[in-house]
């Protein structure tokens, strides 16, 4: 025989905890918080002998995703940045509580864009900074989103950044309660030759330990293509009558685009479909790979004129690059060019898609693809009405502009 026991519920108090209260915020519409339900304990005995004990079986807190998206607080780190704008947008514009995490710097414009959110101003980079700024919130957090990304890849700058100030992020949402961590890497770190890959890499690795050491806890690695942005620099230049420039015959490098929007509806989901959950996610836009080649036919054909191509020999780039490794050596403050040829050099040679561990070839069937925004309307619009918009934002910062706050 068995009996089930639950603790008693008392009307008023569970009166209070069904309704929502609001917390007034000092610069926009408020958030709305949700107060934790009362758990139930419940107790299972036994008749079949006195001498076994009681067992306690306490019910497990229900997952934040089975909650309405207005119950549900996302803290998004990196905000402000190229990708992070555009995320936060898209998790307010689904209904979530977002909490925004932007530098003091950037206050009116974080305001501004972020109508809706709450705004927390604060260093990701300062543990200390960070957590007291979320205690002043007094708010929970299911997930947590970083859109954290070094702006000059730089070796310091790398670790200070992809690194260390997105693990500062994971810790203070984990002590707020985050059971959800969406991280934004990028795809080229299946071939780590650079300091910002492996920096990206080692908070991976992290985000496995801690969904081992902790079930209730899960992860989501965004790996995404090249992004709309990082094609169009030559748009300007090819429309002004310049031939469009690339490395070696223009076919190393392919690459499944995506826009800021349709990355941004991605990670969004990769919040609320358990299906994303403990895994890591490449992602590319709709349509086919594309070499240079034919991003620079299509921007002709955009434009109505006849391609004209200028093919620069990669072995250019790897002479510039001996030249500030060996100066590195004599001055250690040329480190940083050293790397940011190398990084050039890579994104010159390496394709953007899904590398085929049993082959050791990048695959542009094996590299999904999402959204509707494609590269060649990108193009269309950019021609018509330039870069505007297209800024990297301040998703990070390096720390000589630290240094001169």
């Not at 995703?65 to 940045?81: A, E």
């Not at 080229?188 to 650079?194: D, T």
């Not at 801690?210 to 090819?238: H, M, N």
Request: hydrophobic share 40%; proline share 6%.
């Amino acid at each position: 025989m068995s009996l089930r026991f639950s603790s008693p519920s008392n009307p008023l108090l569970l009166l209070l905890h069904s309704h929502a209260h609001f917390i007034p915020l000092p610069f926009s519409s408020p958030i709305l918080h949700i107060s934790p339900k009362p758990k139930t304990l419940s107790l299972t005995i036994t008749a079949a002998s006195s001498s076994q004990p009681l067992t306690a079986q306490p019910t497990i807190t229900p997952s934040f995703r089975t909650k309405p998206p207005h119950q549900v607080n996302i803290l998004v780190v990196g905000s402000t940045g190229y990708i992070g704008k555009f995320v936060v947008k898209e998790l307010c514009r689904r209904g979530f509580n977002v909490i925004a995490i932007a530098r003091e710097r950037s206050r009116d414009d974080a305001i501004r864009q972020f109508t809706g959110a709450t705004v927390c101003f604060s260093d990701v980079t300062d543990p200390a900074v960070l957590e007291r700024s979320l205690d002043s919130l007094a708010l929970p957090i299911d997930a947590a989103v970083s859109c954290l990304a070094s702006r000059s890849g730089g070796i310091q700058d790398s670790w200070k950044i992809d690194y260390e100030a997105s693990r500062n992020s994971l810790a203070a949402a984990r002590r707020h309660g985050a059971t959800h961590f969406v991280l934004l890497s990028a795809i080229c770190v299946q071939k780590p030759l650079l300091e910002f890959q492996r920096a990206k890499l080692k908070l991976e690795a992290e985000l496995a330990d801690e969904e081992a050491k902790d079930p209730t806890f899960s992860y989501s690695i965004v790996r995404p293509t090249a992004f709309f942005k990082s094609l169009g620099g030559q748009v300007e230049t090819v429309k002004d009558g310049k031939p469009y420039v690339m490395f070696g015959d223009g076919k190393m490098c392919s690459c499944k685009p995506i826009s800021e929007q349709d990355l941004a509806s991605f990670i969004a989901d990769c919040v609320v479909d358990e299906t994303k959950a403990g895994k890591i996610l490449p992602v590319g836009g709709p349509g086919k790979a594309l070499t240079p080649v034919e991003q620079g036919e299509m921007l002709f054909r955009l434009l109505g004129r006849d391609p004209k191509f200028v093919k620069v020999p990669i072995s250019l780039m790897d002479f510039v690059i001996g030249v500030f490794e060996f100066l590195a050596k004599i001055f250690p403050a040329l480190e940083d060019a050293a790397e940011f040829g190398r990084i050039g050099r890579y994104y010159a040679a390496e394709s953007m898609l899904v590398l085929d561990e049993e082959t050791g070839e990048y695959s542009a069937e094996k590299t999904p693809s999402y959204g509707t925004d494609t590269l060649e309307e990108f193009f269309a619009r950019v021609v018509r009405e330039g870069m505007a918009g297209q800024e990297l934002g301040e998703h990070s910062f390096n720390l000589q502009e630290k240094k001169s706050l």
